[in-house]
């Protein structure tokens, strides 16, 4: 990709991650426009090149309509779905097949799946074509099949694992359409944050990372992919993730 990125779009952006992203991009490069879509905003300095478009919900008509407002002014170089759920109210991380519901498996997958692969539908075709330019969504280690170990978290994994087909099968078309794309999922690790806080206690310390080291091994690997990453799930220590 173009060394310096003039433009950046971040989806789900006022989560913990996604704002430590967003902050080390304008550390980075300032001079990068930012399209930041997210409940809210978290910014309140209207001097920085970042704008915000509110999406209350990331149904496809709000996804599309919010695309459809960008594609006029200009291309993306790299386009960053920071979109998840893990847990909320009446929903947890299953610790047997027992535990197993409709709505957690309907709802993780709506979140993890369904979403990312909406706004890859809508911004795939905005990546820019001149260069190369990334498309990426946060997944999980725990959606490697060969890699499960432990069990449990059936929804969690089974709506990360879906995502990485999704991912691999978007970056074969993007080969014919667009060469020059890199699709891939990102495992950022344990990133200190809401959704991992009630998990930590199983953590060693030294393998949570605070969200302005985590924004800055993603930007160290976002920058170093090759069209032969396109495909793959990556890690924050750039190591393949298997399937």
């Not at 989806?11 to 990068?32: E, I």
């Amino acid at each position: 990709m173009a060394k310096t990125p003039k433009s950046i779009a971040i989806f789900g952006g006022s989560g913990t991650f996604a704002q430590a992203v967003s902050k080390r991009y304008l550390d980075v490069f300032p001079g990068a426009t930012q399209d930041v879509f997210s409940r809210k905003s978290f910014y309140s300095n209207a001097y920085t090149p970042v704008t915000h478009h509110h999406l209350d919900n990331y149904d496809e008509a709000n996804i599309k309509q919010a695309c459809a407002n960008i594609k006029p002014q200009r291309c993306f170089d790299i386009v960053l779905v920071a979109t998840g759920l893990l847990h909320e109210s009446g929903i947890q991380p299953e610790k047997s097949y027992n535990d197993i519901t409709h709505d957690a498996l309907l709802k993780l997958y709506e979140v993890n799946t369904i979403v990312p692969a909406l706004i890859a539908k809508h911004t795939l075709p905005l990546l820019n074509q001149s260069h190369q330019s990334i498309f990426v969504a946060l997944s999980a280690r725990v959606g490697s099949i060969s890699d499960n170990r432990l069990g449990g978290w059936y929804a969690y994994r089974s709506s990360k694992a879906a995502l990485n087909m999704l991912i691999k099968t978007m970056a074969l078309e993007a080969k014919r359409r667009h060469p020059q794309a890199i699709i891939c999922g990102y495992h950022p690790g344990t990133v200190d944050s809401p959704l991992s806080r009630p998990f930590q206690r199983r953590i060693a310390q030294q393998q949570i990372f605070s969200p302005e080291y985590a924004a800055m091994r993603f930007l160290e690997v976002v920058h170093t992919l090759k069209e032969s990453d396109s495909g793959k799930c990556l890690a924050w220590d750039r190591k393949e993730i298997a399937p």
